[in-house]
């Protein structure tokens, strides 16, 4: 997602801020904002307030940020009207040392200095509109290049795969090592509940459509032959993104735990995967739930595993009270000041419960030349059952701020991270955004001359 400042790249955008009657009639419409004596009248809590900011535990050493971005590349005759899909997630994982060192310089531009840490990537090419891969339609060449590349894609020492067959596990998907399927994947074809091998292509008994272990994840059933596949390559681009950052906090948990500690991980996004795949939040949750425990039970500070709107409605909410807010503070954002103040909603349920793994809540820093931030952000989710929160049935999110005890270690460390080189732009995140970038041009250029070689 870009960033405010940046200037935006369809031309559609500046047409409509042109058109003088669309100006005029979004100035008619009556929005609903707190009022700046609202804004103060939430439950804020100052900074110093925080349970755990009188001890914020060891200096982070690394942070790892993630990024990631999509595009639809048209191939070749534009008669043809072929088009691939490509992801690009790029993770961060920046040395607080270093960066330490460069900030006693008047002004750091992240990205102008050289050694703040490696950059990995997870990249691959989907097919879409119009093109296939070894298999007969564009619905079942995406299934069978998603296992593909879950097989072939690699986060440190784990394969997409792997990361996927341990959430599926923690689902309870499997039976005797099979996979359960509610329905079979073929468009045409509705078997009902079946189970399947779980590493390897297994077929339907009706139809004899291949089923790959990565089907459960449904994000096939947003794939069109013939139309734009944007939504599907949003949803799989999402899914990885979670899955990738988890594979980096796996990773450093085979390695040495006890790092949990002073490392963190950020995301642009919400801590939540939406649509089809929106199970997989829960199993998620439930792997972050086993480092908090660890780290608890060793008597350290606990895992600082947030998310970060920069877009959207609690983004959006973020700029209107900004100025009211008398920061360093954090919102807690319960269920009804989210219902009151950002989304309107059922306030009977609970905010988002089938997709956040994380909660919201928004910090305010303190004002300083202009460059306050105001960061809609997310923490791991608690609920009232289980023994450190995880989600059981239809778990009750706790909304007390006191419970959830790195919101003060977390806040100083967006503190340490905040850049003025864009609103509310924070270092790691600033980096991650510029790796995973796919210029739309070049992407047309390069990708569109592979992918013609490779389908001729
Ligand atoms: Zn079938």
Redesign the pocket.
């Known amino acids: 997602m870009p960033y405010p400042s940046q200037v935006p790249n369809s031309i559609g955008h500046v047409e409509s801020i042109k058109d003088e009657t669309l100006i005029e009639d979004l100035g008619n419409f009556e929005y609903d904002p707190p009022s700046p004596e609202e804004a103060n009248d939430f439950d804020s809590v100052p900074a110093r307030e925080l349970s755990g900011s009188d001890d914020l535990g060891p200096s982070f050493e690394s942070v790892y940020g993630l990024d990631g971005s999509r595009v639809e590349i048209p191939v070749g005759d534009p008669r043809f009207n072929k088009r691939i899909g490509v992801i690009d997630i790029a993770l961060i994982n920046l040395d607080i040392g270093t960066l330490n060192e460069e900030a006693r310089k008047a002004y750091v531009t992240p990205s102008k200095v050289d050694g703040l840490g490696t950059e990995h990537h997870v990249r691959m090419a989907l097919p879409s509109t119009n093109t296939r891969y070894e298999a007969p339609t564009v619905h079942e060449s995406w299934r069978k290049m998603t296992f593909h590349n879950f097989q072939e894609k690699s986060v440190f020492d784990q394969t997409l795969f792997d990361i996927y067959f341990n959430l599926l596990e923690r689902a309870g998907r499997f039976h005797n090592n099979r996979i359960r399927i509610e329905q079979?994947p073929?468009q045409d074809?509705n078997?009902g509940p079946q189970f399947v091998n779980s590493t390897s292509p297994d077929y339907?008994p009706?139809?004899?459509?291949t089923i790959y272990p990565t089907d459960p994840l449904r994000v096939h059933e947003r794939v069109t032959g013939s139309q734009s596949n944007e939504a599907a390559l949003n949803v799989l681009m999402g899914l990885i993104e979670h899955m990738v950052l988890l594979g980096a906090a796996d990773n450093v948990w085979y390695d040495n735990p006890a790092e949990l500690e002073t490392t963190a991980f950020i995301k642009d996004g919400p801590l939540a995967q939406f649509d089809t795949a929106a199970w997989i939040h829960e199993p998620i949750h439930n792997k972050l739930s086993q480092f908090q425990r660890y780290l608890r039970d060793n008597g350290r500070q606990p895992l600082v595993y947030m998310g970060i709107h920069k877009t959207g409605d609690f983004a959006a909410y973020a700029q209107e009270v900004r100025d009211y807010l008398d920061g360093p503070t954090v919102l807690p954002l319960s269920n009804e000041d989210i219902y009151e103040h950002v989304i309107a909603g059922d306030r009977t349920a609970e905010y988002a419960i089938k997709t956040y793994y994380g909660k919201n809540f928004l910090y305010k820093s303190a004002k300083g030349n202009g460059t306050g931030h105001c960061l809609p952000f997310l923490i791991p989710r608690r609920y009232e059952e289980g023994p450190l929160g995880e989600k059981q049935g239809d778990a009750t999110i706790v909304q007390d701020p006191d419970a959830y005890e790195e919101l003060a270690r977390a806040i100083s460390l967006l503190e340490r991270l905040r850049t003025v080189q864009y609103t509310d732009g924070i270092i790691p995140l600033v980096l991650a955004h510029e790796a995973a970038s796919i210029p739309e041009d070049l992407g047309r250029r390069v990708f569109g001359r592979i992918a013609e070689k490779v389908t001729r």
């Not at 009706?206 to 459509?209: D, I, R």
């Open positions: 079979c073929a074809c078997h339907c009706v139809c004899g459509t």
